[in-house]
């Protein structure tokens, strides 16, 4: 029950509303109470059959005297009943002082007025009270409906505010797919929870109290049998609501993983297509979506037995005090009457409806405790990405240099990424780095912006450990500029700016002409208010990536990252390219990160990057005359330049 507590937590923020609600809701049972009591005076003291002359005289029109004296009888009779109960109410034996008295004031009032008048009294005071219910019930239902939406707007945000917070190796961990279902359905569940929970389960726990205080009053023997068949039923309602929270644990699972599979389809379609999956796509979605129909089935005929199973055990009791009161009423030594009898099993009926709900209340909440355990699992899960230290730095010029000194990594539960890297780069400079995928270059790059820290050494700018520094400082000193261009299904023109917002119009437009963007965009519908699609998916791979560097240089960073910024693109759209990056890099620190070597002849150092380490380092001149790993690589993207004979060679090779 902690989660189920630690979710009615969230209630704090609000503790006024929901001391306003609790109060309607006393209101809401307390008048149920009274409304149903009624029916004892009605069937003891009225529905007795009258003698001839006392329904012809009652048949008789009542002059307007009779009818004013009739209802100051009746205000006599409410300020009696008040007064006992403020008279009574501290002594040891009130209950049945007040009963007595109200009893007596009862009895002269039905003696002095005629019982069809008193029977109409009764049936206006009764419609009083059962709207002064209905005004209520609807309150509590506004309030609670209210205070739940609050809740889970709350448990939202922090979900989200979770997300945020988590490193990059979490994302790593856990599939999309699972935190969007997580983030959607496990919270609409909740949600479900907390409705039942805060509103229903306090609604109807108030209405039984009020009906078994009822039934007791009436007779406690009844009461304790009742009781007695009762409990062994809930215990056993008890054990089909922890199935339920099994099972629902298992559907929620099965959920996520079909919403994985399904946006990973969506998001590949272009692969999907092109390699002719969509039959092994559907077939994997297909045997996924059955295991999630089985799992629901059982999940669904557990829930199913709670309720007839609980409305069956409702009518058997029923009966079995029907007859046991019946002999009761008939017995002439007991002082049960068929009015008390009634009432009795009135509030006993009554109770029937309200312990229906709370059963399926039971079960919902176990189904939305084990969606809350997969939302509060996320947000619980520790944050091990770096943070600001106490006392961190503030930073906004870039004015020496960046240094790597000794730099280990690892990722947990992995081998070493980066081992004993040792290098410099002045203010000014452009580096690039070149190796095998998976060398480490991009894991340097996620080092120096702190997506993670090293597990040995140290990153410095301008003398300073970089975790001295205010890590959101620290990033805005840097633009980076990825392979896979990231754009939001927005504006060109937010795009654009995101990084730098509330930009001015002309800085945005700047940018995208030194971007080489500014005439594809103009030609679009609406130019740079034309939405582009989840994901950029409306324009082509050259035409993100300009966006993307178009952001870069609005953002004005003093540190440039390139990340395989031009090697997906064709010719024509890699020119454009370079061609805005060669202006973005222009009097700027620049580190780049290419396949492409062609891309980067003109750096002032090329860094060599394998399993780890920096294997060789130079000018491009100086790597070829060298014969190393670079040259290595550089033959193989020009092929075109080695002799015909050993080009020859290669093909022969290739066809055995």
Known sequence: MKLFFRILKYLKKVWINVIAGIIVLMIYATFSGISLGIIYPIVDKIFVKQSVEEWET???????????NMFLETKDLFRNCINSIKENWNKEDRLKLIKADIGFYFQNFLERNSKKVVLEILLIIGIILFLIKVLSGYLQK?????????????????????????????????????????????????????????????????????????????????????????????????????????????VQQKFADITSILQEAVLNIRIVLAFAMRNYERLRFYKENK??????????????????????????????????????????????????????????????????????VYTQINKGLASAERVFGVIDEPVRQPADKENALEINVFTDKIGFNHVCFKYTGSNEVISNINFEVKKGES?????????????LMDLLIRFYDPTEGDITIDGKDIRDYKIDDLRNLMGVVTQEVV?????????????KLNAPVKDIIKAAKAANAHNFITKMEKGYDTIIGERGVKISGGQRQRLAIARAILKNPQILIFDEAT??????????????????????????????????????????????????????????????????????????????????????????
């Open 291 to 360: 295991k999630l129909y089985r799992k629901s089935v059982k999940m669904v005929r557990t829930e199913a037995i709670a309720t007839p199973f609980t409305e069956l055990m409702g009518v058997l009791i029923t009966f079995v005090l029907i007859g046991y009161g019946g002999i009761l009423v008939l017995n002439p030594y007991n002082p049960m009457t068929a009015g008390k009898f009634f009432l009795f099993l009135a509030a006993l009926l009554s109770t029937l409806h309200p312990l229906k709900e709370l059963s399926a």
């Open 487 to 499: 754009l939001f299904d927005d504006t060109v023109s937010n795009n654009i700016s995101y990084g």
């Open 58 to 68: 009652a048949k008789g029109k009542v002059s307007s005297v009779e009818q004013r």
């Open 142 to 250: 506004i309030i609670f409906q209210q205070l739940e939406e609050k809740m889970i707007m709350w448990i939202r945000n922090d979900f989200y505010h979770a997300i945020l917070q988590k490193p990059l190796e979490f994302f790593h961990n856990h599939k999309v797919g699972e935190l969007i279902s997580r983030a959607t359905n496990d919270v609409k569940l909740v949600k479900i929870m907390t409705l039942t929970s805060a509103t229903t389960l306090l609604r109807n726990f108030l209405l039984i109290s009020v009906y078994i205080i009822i039934m007791f009053s009436v007779s406690w023997q009844l009461s304790l049998i009742t009781l007695i068949v009762v409990v062994p039923v809930y215990l056993i309602v008890g054990i089909i609501a922890r199935k339920m929270k099994k099972y629902s644990k298992r």
């Open 431 to 443: 580096i690039a780095f070149v190796g095998t995928s998976g060398g480490g270059k991009s894991t």
């Open 567 to 656: 090697s997906s693109l064709d010719s024509e759209s890699e020119f454009l390219v370079q061609e805005a990056i060669n202006r973005l890099m222009k009097d700027r620190t620049t580190l780049i990160i290419a396949h492409r070597l062609s891309t980067i002849r003109n750096c002032k150092r090329i860094m060599v990057i394998d399993k780890g380490e920096v294997f060789e380092q130079g000018t491009h001149k100086e790597l070829l005359a060298k014969k190393g790993l670079y040259k290595k690589f550089y033959d193989m993207q020009f092929r075109e330049n080695v002799p015909i004979k050993e080009n020859k060679k290669f093909q022969s090779a290739n066809s055995k």
